[in-house]
């Protein structure tokens, strides 16, 4: 089956403690994609990659690194969580020659305490 | 100004209904137009994609675009219980090589029987 897997899918952790949320994607996408998801802003973009080794910033980076070492891995790390990025995040990856709509993984509900 | 606009709603409709949903967006730059669906505690589902304005049928879904006054819509025809979700209207501007999804907060609909 299609799909992108993010895991955990439910994270509580403490501030300042390092954490990385995993997505993996087995369509041979080549763009993925990081978004938060936060009441009354909606999706919000985070990082992207267009390859492997090539990414970049999208609207709401700032306390956030990825890294694309292998096409299907997307991994989201945040070096010293904060309160402010309790949210929803999403992972997800499109062909750039499909229909242009991304396919989204089941998301992962992170807690900063 | 938020770059693309949506009512929250929530909206609440008797089964059967034609349900309107809507967005309006601020940058004429901006060229496909997607609507996205996402259940609760799922990621968001492609639904329907467009690039010109005019029409787009599938199903019980119409895609409509208005370029000129910037305003896109989607309706559901016979609404059905299982169309219960928050509806997220996107768009995607031609620079970026269509990397970056810009979305609207989503509208939250819910059909009873």
């Known amino acids: 089956e299609a799909q992108v897997t993010q895991n955990p899918r439910y994270l509580i952790t403490v501030t300042g403690k390092k954490l990385t949320v995993t997505c993996s994607q087995n369509?041979?996408?080549?763009?993925m994609s990081w978004y938060r998801q936060d009441p009354g802003l909606g999706l919000r973009q985070i990082y992207y990659?267009?390859?492997?080794?090539?990414?970049d910033k999208g609207d709401v980076p700032e306390g956030y690194k990825v890294s694309r070492k292998e096409k299907r891995n997307f991994p989201l790390i945040l070096e010293s969580p904060s309160p402010n990025q309790t949210s929803l995040y999403f992972c997800a990856s499109r062909d750039p020659f499909g229909s242009g709509g991304y396919t989204f993984g089941s998301g992962t509900r992170l807690t900063v305490v | 100004q938020k770059e693309v606009e949506q009512d929250p709603g929530p909206l609440s409709v008797p089964e059967g209904a034609i349900v309107s949903l809507n967005c309006t967006y601020s940058n004429s730059a901006f060229q496909y137009f997607m609507w996205y669906r996402q259940y609760s505690r799922k990621g968001p589902e492609l639904l329907m994609y467009t690039y010109s304005s005019g029409n787009k049928e599938d199903g019980r879904f119409t895609a409509q675009v208005d370029k000129s006054s910037k305003y896109i819509s989607l309706f559901i025809r016979d609404s059905q219980p299982s169309d219960s979700a928050t509806y997220l209207c996107?768009?995607?501007?031609?620079?970026?090589?269509?990397?970056?999804?810009?979305f609207g907060a989503g509208t939250r609909l819910a059909v009873h029987p």
């Open positions: 996107a768009t995607v501007p031609f620079s970026g090589g269509y990397n970056k999804l810009i």
């Open positions: 369509m041979n996408h080549e763009y």
């Open positions: 990659s267009m390859n492997v080794e090539v990414t």
